[in-house]
């Protein structure tokens, strides 16, 4: 007993020390500072009104970053050049870099971006750093020497040599584009891969929606939540209340804050730990050690507020892009100046909910206690941009956290009738890791019980392709397949599920399939109701597509309007029309007679070949066979 006791401790005493150097080199996010990498477009590419969109996000982006961050500014062009000093985003520095934003000119045509991205992250190599956030302004244009073998090369050399390296080395990129032109799909990939936000903005409002994405990727820092009557709380422990109003041109109410005391607070009142800045788009306050108790906002609600040093909420297993599956979900932990909150009694007296916000909805979430953790299921996740608002209420504070994210699934089928009456599947697809020049699609079409055929895809701009459906009527099986090139020279396929589907199709209803990475269905779809091509036809159409048929009509898929046959037998299918905006394909009436003489010439001839002998013969045939 003694001696395994010596063994166990000579142990412990060899294991601890190689144990504590493990977990010195694990990384807690709480404590690493920011680190943003602005990188501007300063070529002629850009018009002077998106240039300037642009000059503005750079301000508002320099001057919202806490002070504690790391941050650098770079232009490029024909060269890349260094406007801000890499290094603390203290006042000082944030002054100096809000001048040069505002003095930024356009210089030549060129645009040399992987020049620009390689010198912005020239320590991604460095296994001492933390994540790193670039941010590239930009149209999209790219240029090298001359002709497209430079260009291309250029852009080969980014997406397989660069981007390849950007999660191992812990950098993500988020791309604004300001136009349509340009290589836009290039910057799209490179964010995606990287896991960070890409946008497409026409506006200074969608410019600044921008900037506070990239806040909320790379601070990810709780929010007080404000009632209706703008009052929040504010807990012991917090080191900086930030507060930032987006001003409109027509804005013109002065934000002010109560403190608990019951000092008035505005961006005349001198702050003794703080500042209250007052640009040309934006108003942002930075309160000190802010006082504990109750806060009140007067006036117009600011666009974010932020608390930093309290606590901070992280969520693992999401990235900015997300392909969604039956087991999407997001794991919510709370950390206390850089350690994870693991006492099971706090916990317990908190209340975490999560909601997922898009466009048009929101939606609750179910959260469940994993561990230390919470676990937020997403049930139905839709393709488009979303942001996962999370809430915890606790007896003193009341925090949020809104984490901006895009779903994208790798295959989008829509399937509808063409001009022609025929039906047409346009297929989207969308994976970072693939060379989309390299994709072809073709989907495999099959009539039980015939063998099923296979059909290429017209490739069409930006991941679409067009496949016709040769079938024309009846239930037939379409599956889809994607093959072609990664990025990293591999081979790529994905083949969908084959899907059951019924021609003709429902005029004027488009048939949308979602397919996740494996190729399995996300959800069976709801036909949409496409809007009418024509006021008198739409108006038939659409009622054909709204009503319920009558049990003693055809079903709706076997139903076929067309515009011969409606002129042809308007008079015939009244009594129809009257019951159901559907109109039924009459037969001619001399198609009929001839059916009826055939059918009737066929029963004599049948009757005349079996017809009963006479008795004489009968009996006449019975006297020979006796002789």
Not at 36 to 42: A, G
Not at 50 to 61: A, P, S, V, Y
């Amino acid at each position: 007993m003694v001696k395994f006791s010596f063994v166990t401790l000579i142990a412990v005493l060899c294991v601890a020390p190689i144990c504590a150097v493990q977990a010195a080199k694990m990384p807690v996010p709480a404590l690493l500072p920011v680190d943003v990498r602005i990188v501007v477009d300063v070529s002629t590419h850009t018009p002077a009104a998106k240039f300037d969109m642009n000059r503005q996000g750079l301000e508002l982006l320099v001057q919202s970053l806490p002070d504690s961050a790391k941050a650098g500014v770079w232009t490029f062009a024909h060269v890349t050049r260094l406007v801000a000093n890499y290094g603390p985003a203290d006042m000082l520095w944030k002054q100096i870099a809000a001048i040069h934003a505002r003095n930024l000119k356009q210089t030549s045509r060129s645009s040399v971006l992987a020049d620009a991205l390689r010198v912005a992250t020239w320590d991604m190599l460095d296994s001492d750093r933390g994540v790193s956030h670039v941010v590239v302004f930009s149209d999209g244009h790219m240029s090298k020497g001359r002709g497209d073998k430079h260009v291309d090369k250029t852009r080969d050399s980014l997406l397989q040599e660069w981007a390849a390296q950007l999660k191992l080395a812990r950098v993500v990129v988020h791309t604004v584009v300001t136009g349509e032109e340009g290589d836009v799909d290039l910057l799209r990939q490179i964010a995606h891969l990287s896991g960070g936000t890409h946008q497409r903005v026409d506006n200074i409002e969608q410019m600044q929606n921008f900037v506070l994405d990239v806040l909320q990727f790379a601070q990810l820092q709780p929010q007080a939540v404000v009632d209706d009557s703008g009052r929040f709380q504010i807990a012991p422990g917090a080191e900086v209340l930030s507060l930032m109003w987006l001003r409109q041109d027509a804005d013109v109410i002065q934000p002010t804050l109560l403190r608990p005391d019951g000092t008035r607070l505005s961006r005349y009142t001198p702050l003794e730990k703080g500042r209250w800045l007052l640009a040309e788009r934006f108003e942002m306050a930075s309160i000190e050690e802010p006082q504990p108790g109750w806060w009140q906002v007067m006036g117009a609600q600011p666009q974010k507020i932020a608390v930093f040093g309290e606590i901070d909420i992280l969520i693992e297993g999401l990235g900015s892009t997300v392909v969604p599956s039956v087991e999407s979900s997001a794991l919510i932990k709370l950390y206390s100046a850089g350690e994870h909150i693991e006492n099971t009694d706090f916990l317990d007296l908190l209340s975490v909910r999560a909601w997922l916000n898009s466009e048009d909805e929101r939606v609750s979430l179910p959260v469940d206690r994993v561990g230390t953790g919470f676990e937020a299921f997403f049930v139905s996740l839709q393709d488009g941009s979303h942001d996962l608002e999370v809430q915890i209420i606790a007896p003193t504070f009341a925090r949020q956290i809104k984490y901006p994210f895009a779903a994208t699934n790798p295959i989008k089928v829509e399937i509808v009738e063409n001009q022609a009456g025929e039906a047409v599947a346009w297929v989207h697809f969308s994976h970072a890791d693939v060379d989309y020049r390299s994709v072809k699609s073709t989907a495999k079409v099959r009539k039980p019980p015939k063998v099923g055929s296979l059909v290429p895809g017209i490739k069409l701009p930006a991941g679409l392709w067009q496949i016709p459906i040769n079938e024309t009527e009846g239930i037939i099986e379409i599956s889809f397949s994607m093959s072609g090139n990664s990025l990293n020279k591999k081979g790529y396929f994905l083949k969908t599920r084959p899907i059951t589907l019924t021609l003709p199709l429902q005029e004027n209803v488009k048939h949308v399939y979602r397919f996740d990475a494996k190729g399995n269905l996300i959800a069976r779809p709801e036909p949409i109701e496409l809007a009418p091509v024509s006021s008198n036809a739409g108006s038939a159409q659409g009622l054909a597509s709204t009503q319920d048929p009558a049990p003693s009509q055809l079903p709706q898929a076997a139903i076929r309007t067309s515009p011969t046959s409606n002129a042809q037998g308007a008079s015939a299918t009244s009594a129809i029309s009257a019951t159901s905006a559907t109109k039924v394909r009459l037969l001619p009436l001399w198609f009929a007679g001839l059916i009826a003489a055939i059918n009737l010439g066929l029963g004599a001839l049948i009757w005349w070949m079996f017809r009963c002998a006479p008795l004489g013969f009968e009996l006449r045939q019975g006297e020979i066979e006796a002789t």
